[in-house]
């Protein structure tokens, strides 16, 4: 596991993510989030952050686990979802 920031995630997942979305997990921690929307389609409560990383909309989806983000996707967000969830 590693931790960047209070955020945490998988390397395994990191690696995949970086070859599905180009952009490795411990990006996260640089997100000035804009809007967190709650995902309850898991078992465990689930999020969904929009912010701004470098200047560009991307969307995190994580849980929180003992106090700790756990990142489990992050990617560019789409233009709709930022017309809908960011202020």
Known sequence: MYKKSMVEF?????????????????????????AVIEDHRYYELRYRAYGLIDGIAHCLA??????????????????KEVKRYVP
Do not use: C, E, Q, Y
């Not at 490795?24 to 640089?30: G, I, K, Q």
């Not at 994580?62 to 233009?79: G, K, T, W």
């Open 10 to 34: 998988d390397p395994a997942k990191d690696a995949s993510n970086k070859a599905k979305h180009g952009i490795s997990l411990a990006r996260a921690a640089d997100m000035t989030v804009l």
């Open 62 to 79: 994580f849980s929180v686990r003992d106090d700790n983000i756990r990142a489990i996707s992050l990617r560019r967000a789409h233009s």
